[in-house]
């Protein structure tokens, strides 16, 4: 499965799973803590700190949860800040608007 993951995409959870353990150590947390908390398995919680692809992204979500982190993944996608969905959305627009007939004076 990584084989086939662009490099940047392997970059980003490779950083990730680093911070996540940067988080966990400046909190004075085991792995073993971690894992109870978040409801995986400790070798889950390991492989969610070297940025494995396959982990479930609602561990990720648990994790930033009992790290006190917010809730990051809530603006990942949000359609306000997706400048390329919004450019393709405006070229989409029609020229003109017309009122349906049913609303056409006679």
């Known amino acids: 499965m990584s084989t086939i993951l662009p490099m940047r995409v392997r970059k980003g959870l490779l950083k990730m799973g680093r911070d ?3 988080a966990r150590k400046k909190r004075n947390l085991t792995a073993s803590m971690m894992a109870e908390r978040i409801g995986v398995a400790e070798t889950t919680y390991y492989r ?15 994790a930033f949860f009992v790290l006190g982190l917010g809730d990051p993944l ?9 400048d390329q969905g919004l450019l393709l959305e405006a070229e989409r627009l029609p020229q003109r608007v017309r009122r349906p007939k049913s609303e056409r004076p006679l």
């Open 20 to 22: 996540l353990s940067i």
């Open 48 to 62: 969610m700190e070297k940025g494995d692809p396959k982990v479930a992204l609602g561990s990720y979500a648990m």
């Open 74 to 82: 809530s603006n990942i996608v949000d359609a306000s800040l997706d």
